[in-house]
């Protein structure tokens, strides 16, 4: 299957600091890619979608402006949690489709995101 | 609007042994597609098997065997000749087709492989 690659896989930071997450698909150009957020024994929820070169679309509750997503090319998609606060603290996961007729979509390892 | 829904939050199997995850779903519309992933401790997504609404067939891939019955609307994974690595969350998700290609998963099921 198609490698998608989430860097870090864990980050400590204090509250009121930014944080930045990648998300890069690696040997497949992703036209469109999906961040998640999962709370401890919770499934996924998906916060955003992200088209290269659009606007991404975020679900109902979800702060645009504290969840920041930019997907400047087809094999990288950023998300900035900015100002952060402990109840920000989660597990973020991406995932990246490519194309039409694909029938997976390909996860990267998530990062657990801890803000003291 | 979609909605996937797994009953079972946490399931006991004896390794070797087989043991089916249910899932059911809601949709109105005719095309989608229905996957099944595998979360271990570490918190990755792997991805086990999919089925798409049109298709005759159950999907398998090795151990993995996806139940599909359209009418009743649910789509059970089997795993077969369970093993200790098998102990892990697996979630039921749902994509439309015709709405953004977004992935919604079902609640998850803890599975315990017993030695």
């Known amino acids: 299957g198609a490698v998608v690659s989430q860097h870090p896989s864990r980050v400590i930071c204090k509250s009121g600091t930014s944080v930045k997450i990648e998300c890069r698909s690696l040997?497949?150009?992703?036209?469109?890619m999906f961040w998640y957020r999962q709370f401890p024994k919770q499934s996924l929820m998906l916060m955003a979608t992200?088209?290269?070169?659009?606007?991404?679309?975020?679900e109902q509750g979800v702060e645009k402006d504290k969840f920041l997503i930019n997907h400047a090319s087809l094999t990288l998609s950023t998300l900035t949690v900015t100002s952060a606060h402990p109840e920000d603290s989660s597990f973020y996961i991406c995932s990246a489709r490519g194309g039409r007729g694909n029938t997976e979509a390909f996860f990267g390892q998530g990062t657990r995101l801890t803000v003291v | 609007a979609q909605k996937i829904t797994q009953t079972q939050p946490g399931m006991f199997v004896q390794e070797k042994e087989a043991v089916t995850l249910d899932c059911t779903y809601d949709t109105s519309d005719p095309s989608y597609g229905l996957f099944w992933y595998k979360q271990p401790s570490s918190g990755e997504m792997i991805f086990l098997i999919y089925?798409?609404?049109?298709?005759?067939q159950n999907a398998t891939e090795g151990r993995y065997s996806l139940n599909f019955q359209k009418a009743r609307k649910s789509a059970n994974l089997v795993i077969s000749a369970s093993q200790l690595g098998d102990s892990a969350m697996y979630f039921c998700?749902?994509?439309?087709?015709?709405?953004?290609?977004?992935?919604?998963f079902g609640g998850g099921t803890r599975l315990m492989v017993k030695p």
């Open positions: 992200s088209n290269e070169g659009s606007k991404a679309t975020y």
């Open positions: 040997d497949f150009q992703a036209t469109t």
């Open positions: 998700a749902m994509r439309d087709n015709n709405a953004g290609n977004m992935l919604t």
């Open positions: 089925q798409g609404s049109y298709d005759q």
